[in-house]
T-cell receptor, first 114, second 113 residues
Framework: GAVVSQHPSRVICKSGTSVKIECRSL??????MFWYRQFPKQSLMLMAT?????????EQGVEKDKFLINHASLTLSTLTVTSAHPEDSSFYIC??????????FGPGTRLTVL | QQQVKQSPQSLIVQKGGISIINCAYE??????FPWYQQFPGKGPALLIA?????SEKKEGRFTISFNKSAKQFSLHIMDSQPGDSATYFC????????????FGKGTLLTVNP
């Protein structure tokens, strides 16, 4: 149980385009989902916390207009990177939790912006 | 301010040996301490977790030791295997904080055959 999926696993896009990443909890309803960014050989950096049906809470320094997060249902959250630039290239990982401390992570999405 | 300090940054162990990774925290409000294992190109997977009311928790070859007074906790991997080679992250969270995790910087473990 407690499986979280992400789609796509890899995406390459041109600079200036927008990219949407989906995060789904497959076998449980996630009241809270998190989005992280991870650079090579570094730790996970929390970008935002999203609760179903409400606006996401962004961490300090994360541009909410650039990284749009929608948590429309208890099993789906999306992260849209708007007007992507090469510096947005990174590994994006989501996690989900059901009113507990335990976070279950997705497999990650590798974004490359050319 | 780094609230969870993890060491060492990298660790090389021979097959069958014991791998030990340490973490120290500053915020005494932390009350949940998980360890995650991450393979290259994959998301982190929960290994084992502990709360402050116990000093040790064991699951198979993995053991967490917790020292509340010293504000430290460690992961011990017994009989380390090449398949254990991965990056390990400790983390901490506060109940009621919307379950936000504060991660350590990670330890790259290499187990030589």
């Amino acid at each position: 149980g407690a499986v979280v999926s992400q789609h796509p696993s890899r995406v390459i896009c041109k600079s200036g385009t927008s990219v949407k990443i989906e995060c789904r909890s497959l076998d449980f309803q996630a009241t809270t989902m998190f989005w992280y960014r991870q650079f090579p050989k570094q730790s996970l950096m929390l970008m935002a916390t999203s609760n179903e049906g409400s606006k996401a809470t962004y961490e300090q320094g994360v541009e909410k207009d650039k990284f749009l997060i929608n948590h429309a249902s208890l099993t789906l959250s999306t992260l849209t990177v708007t007007s992507a630039h090469p510096e947005d290239s990174s590994f994006y990982i989501c996690s989900a939790t059901l009113d507990t401390d335990t976070q279950y992570f997705g497999p990650g999405t590798r974004l490359t912006v050319l | 301010q780094q609230q969870v300090k993890q060491s060492p940054q990298s660790l090389i162990v021979q097959k069958g040996g014991i791998s030990i990774i340490n973490c120290a925290y500053e915020n005494t409000a932390f009350d949940y301490f998980p360890w995650y294992q991450q393979f290259p190109g994959k998301g982190p997977a929960l290994l084992i977790a502990i709360r402050p009311d116990v000093s040790e928790k064991k699951e198979g070859r993995f053991t967490i030791s917790f020292n509340k007074s010293a504000k430290q906790f460690s992961l011990h991997i017994m009989d380390s295997q090449p398949g254990d080679s991965a990056t390990y992250f400790c983390a901490a969270s506060i109940e009621g904080s919307n379950y936000k995790l504060t991660f350590g910087k990670g330890t790259l473990l290499t187990v030589n055959p």
